[in-house]
C-alpha cells in the first residue's frame, strides 16, 4: 500500500513537472510573441505578415491605403510594409524611397522600434542597389538598438540584413 502511494505521489510530481515545462516553453513565447506583434500599427500588420507570401497583392492593397492614412506612425508602417514589397519583388529603387519615406515620418525618440526597421529596410535596399556600403551605418544603429532593447524579432532582421550585406560587400570588395 505504501509503495503504491508512493508511485502516486512520484508520478503527480512528473506530471506537475511536465505542466511547467509545457507552461514555460508554450505560454510564455506566445506572449512575448503576442507583445511584440502589438507594436505594429494593427492597420500594418496584416499587410506585415503577408510580405512573403504575396508581395504584389500587398502593394495592391496597401498603396491605396497611403494617401488616406493621417497618423504617421501607420502611415510610416505601411512604407515600410511596401518597402519590404518592392525588396521582395527585387524593385530596389522603389523600397529605397519607401523606406526613407518611411524614416522622414518617423521622430527616432519617440518610435525607436519602428525606425530602426525602416532603418534595415533602408539598409537592405541599399545592399540590392549595390550600395551595401552606404547601409552599413542603418544596419549598426538598428542592430544596436535592437540588442540594447533585447526586441528579438528586430534582432533577427539585422542579423538578415547583415548577412546579406556582409556577403555583397564580400563580393565587391
Not at 512528473?14 to 505542466?19: E, S
Not at 502593394?59 to 497618423?71: G, H, K, Q, S
Request: net charge neutral; proline share 4%; aromatic share 6%.
Amino acid at each position: 500500500m505504501n509503495r503504491h502511494r508512493g508511485l502516486t505521489a512520484y508520478l503527480r510530481c512528473k506530471r506537475l513537472a511536465l505542466n511547467a515545462f509545457l507552461l514555460i516553453t508554450l505560454i510564455i513565447p506566445l506572449t512575448s510573441l503576442a507583445q511584440s506583434l502589438t507594436d505594429w500599427p494593427m492597420p500594418v500588420l496584416t499587410h506585415l505578415q503577408a510580405v512573403r507570401d504575396n508581395p504584389q497583392n500587398v502593394l495592391d492593397r496597401t498603396l491605396p491605403l497611403l494617401p488616406a492614412t493621417t497618423n504617421h506612425v501607420d502611415k510610416a508602417g505601411l512604407h515600410f510594409v511596401i518597402s519590404r514589397a518592392y525588396a521582395a519583388l527585387i524593385l530596389h529603387e522603389k523600397a529605397l524611397e519607401q523606406a526613407n519615406q518611411a524614416l522622414l515620418l518617423l521622430d527616432r525618440k519617440t518610435q525607436p522600434w519602428l525606425y530602426a526597421y525602416a532603418q534595415l529596410a533602408r539598409a537592405d535596399a541599399l545592399k540590392g542597389l549595390g550600395k551595401a556600403r552606404e547601409g552599413e551605418t542603418d544596419l549598426t544603429a538598428a542592430k544596436q538598438w535592437a540588442d540594447h532593447n533585447e526586441t528579438h524579432e528586430l534582432q533577427a532582421y539585422a542579423l538578415s540584413v547583415a548577412g546579406y550585406l556582409n556577403l555583397t560587400l564580400s563580393e565587391t570588395d
